[in-house]
């Protein structure tokens, strides 16, 4: 296998080009922090695709999978200091700012990273804060939301929204492409975080009507999975439908995104929204509907639960088919 390159100016690890403050052996090293169901899926891309990973989580016994499969593991976020680029995958903004601006997280290493890619779905502001933090301490930013879940990311099918300084984006994209199927460069400072949330708005207003058809089919006497097929091969269908139809066929709503974390992001769409005084009608009401789903108790489990919590409304009574979905 031919030497890693490092990410911040393309010489092989080991190389007399080697950065001084890099040390021994790490450039070319990535880092991670985030071990959590999307952060696993990418680590395990780029570990299958040749690259260096060392990975920090603050459960640790997330991390030992990854490390079965050849992965570093990072006992504190010290260890990440001075490292060519490091992803963070997280929750949420108030994550994504613990782990880069407060009291140990990477900006307050020394050095920090050269690079840091976030590629969870978080609020513009937390990422501008980042963002500034970054460049007063030397370092780049990149945001770089991922679409796809667990299972998209497995097969290589997750995509990226990025934005940040140009060159450091036209380093990056290689260690993106080979975790996903491809990177759209969106401009610079934060517009990509406009952009993912752009896309999970449409997602959740996208789930509201799929389910609302599928009742509507159920009710009358259509088997689910034969509308879903029927759909799937039509020019409506998409990957999402197809991802989807064994849930609502199975009812088997082991999270892939949670309907909590849809939530969260349906929240954060509507809030650019206001601030940029775009009105959203339907987008509103779908995030009320996602929230009464939360409130019902589907938080932790996937968001196509909705159709379970709106059945009764119906006057349908759901039952796994017993057919197998297409």
């Given at each position: 296998?031919?030497?890693?390159?490092?990410?911040?100016?393309?010489?092989?690890?080991?190389?007399?080009?080697?950065?001084?403050?890099?040390?021994?052996?790490?450039?070319?090293?990535?880092?991670w922090?985030?071990?959590?169901?999307?952060?696993?899926?990418?680590?395990?891309?780029?570990?299958?695709?040749?690259?260096?990973?060392?990975?920090?989580?603050?459960?640790?016994?997330?991390?030992?999978?990854?490390?079965?499969?050849?992965?570093?593991?990072?006992?504190?976020?010290?260890?990440?200091?001075?490292l060519?680029?490091?992803?963070?995958?997280?929750?949420?903004?108030?994550?994504?700012?613990?782990?880069?601006?407060?009291?140990?997280?990477?900006?307050?290493l020394?050095?920090?990273?050269?690079?840091?890619?976030?590629?969870?779905?978080?609020?513009?502001?937390?990422s501008?804060?980042?963002?500034?933090?970054?460049?007063?301490?030397?370092?780049?930013?990149?945001?770089?939301?991922?679409?796809?879940?667990?299972?998209?990311?497995?097969?290589?099918?997750?995509?990226?929204?990025v934005?940040?300084p140009?060159?450091?984006?036209?380093r990056?994209?290689?260690?993106l492409?080979?975790?996903?199927?491809?990177?759209?460069?969106?401009?610079?400072?934060?517009?990509?975080?406009?952009?993912?949330?752009?896309?999970?708005?449409?997602?959740?207003?996208?789930?509201?009507?799929?389910?609302?058809?599928?009742?509507?089919?159920?009710?009358?006497?259509?088997?689910?999975?034969?509308?879903?097929?029927?759909?799937?091969?039509?020019?409506?269908?998409?990957?999402?439908?197809?991802?989807?139809t064994?849930?609502?066929?199975g009812?088997?709503?082991?999270?892939?995104?949670?309907?909590?974390?849809?939530?969260k992001?349906?929240?954060?769409?509507?809030?650019?929204?206001?601030?940029?005084?775009?009105?959203?009608?339907?987008?509103?009401?779908?995030?009320?509907?996602?929230?009464?789903?939360?409130?019902?108790?589907?938080?932790?489990?996937?968001?196509?639960?909705?159709?379970?919590?709106?059945?009764?409304?119906?006057?349908?009574?759901?039952?796994?088919?017993?057919?197998?979905?297409?």
């Amino acid at each position: 296998m031919p030497p890693v390159q490092s990410i911040v100016d393309g010489t092989p690890e080991g190389s007399e080009g080697d950065a001084p403050d890099a040390g021994p052996g790490r450039t070319g090293t990535i880092g991670w922090v985030g071990a959590g169901r999307m952060g696993s899926a990418m680590v395990r891309r780029l570990l299958q695709s040749g690259h260096t990973v060392i990975v920090y989580n603050r459960t640790a016994a997330k991390v030992a999978p990854l490390v079965a499969e050849g992965a570093g593991h990072a006992r504190s976020m010290a260890e990440l200091a001075g490292l060519d680029a490091v992803f963070t995958s997280v929750s949420s903004s108030d994550d994504l700012l613990g782990v880069t601006t407060a009291a140990g997280g990477l900006l307050t290493l020394r050095p920090p990273p050269k690079v840091i890619i976030d590629v969870s779905t978080v609020s513009a502001e937390a990422s501008a804060a980042v963002r500034a933090q970054a460049t007063e301490m030397g370092s780049q930013f990149l945001a770089a939301p991922a679409s796809g879940n667990p299972g998209a990311v497995a097969s290589g099918q997750a995509t990226f929204a990025v934005s940040g300084p140009r060159e450091t984006y036209d380093r990056v994209a290689p260690v993106l492409s080979a975790i996903g199927a491809g990177t759209t460069y969106c401009g610079e400072g934060d517009l990509a975080r406009l952009v993912k949330l752009c896309h999970n708005l449409f997602l959740g207003s996208v789930i509201q009507s799929l389910v609302e058809v599928t009742l509507l089919a159920e009710k009358g006497g259509v088997e689910r999975a034969r509308l879903l097929e029927f759909i799937n091969h039509s020019v409506l269908g998409s990957v999402f439908t197809g991802y989807k139809t064994p849930a609502l066929v199975g009812l088997d709503f082991h999270p892939t995104f949670t309907s909590r974390l849809l939530r969260k992001d349906m929240q954060l769409g509507l809030d650019a929204a206001r601030r940029l005084e775009v009105p959203m009608p339907v987008m509103a009401l779908v995030d009320q509907i996602v929230a009464t789903l939360v409130g019902s108790g589907y938080g932790d489990e996937d968001f196509a639960a909705l159709v379970k919590m709106q059945a009764p409304a119906a006057g349908v009574d759901l039952r796994p088919a017993g057919t197998e979905a297409p």
